[in-house]
């Protein structure tokens, strides 16, 4: 089982930015993929952004079309840490950000990960 703690949220102007923070703890070896989820009020959590380990020890990351081009997902191996970093923020990035871990199928699917955060609030003023 994976331990997954998020911290960095918090309320921000329209166009600012946030970083998120993921510290993952417990069976790390398990933590292949990482990915970040988000959740509106009424909404369904969704995808935002992925990423996985590769030979020779490089990052392989994967970004909802809604966030391309604006968040940037990354992750410190050694800390064992996983970082959203969110630029120019929109009212519509309001919602409560999880991470995830341990996936077992597709990487955009929240069916697909095992262990999860209990999430950080991000709010966005217009």
């Known amino acids: 089982q994976v331990q997954l703690v998020e911290s960095g949220g918090g309320l921000v102007q329209a166009g600012g930015s946030l970083r998120l923070s993921c510290a993952a703890s417990?069976?790390?070896?398990?933590?292949?993929?990482m990915a970040w989820f988000r959740q509106a009020p009424g909404k369904e959590r969704e995808f935002v952004a992925s990423?996985?380990?590769?030979?020779?020890?490089?990052?392989?990351?994967y970004y909802a079309e809604s966030v391309k081009g604006r968040f940037t997902i990354s992750r410190d191996y050694a800390k064992n840490t996983m970082y959203l970093q969110m630029n120019t923020l929109e009212p519509d990035d309001t919602a409560v950000y999880y991470c995830?871990?341990?996936?077992?199928?597709?990487?955009?699917?929240?069916?697909?990960?095992?262990?999860w955060g209990q999430g950080t609030q991000v709010t966005v003023s217009s």
């Open positions: 417990g069976r790390t070896f398990s933590t292949y993929t």
């Open positions: 995830a871990a341990e996936r077992t199928g597709s990487r955009a699917v929240v069916a697909s990960y095992r262990s």
């Open positions: 990423v996985a380990s590769i030979s020779g020890g490089g990052s392989s990351t």
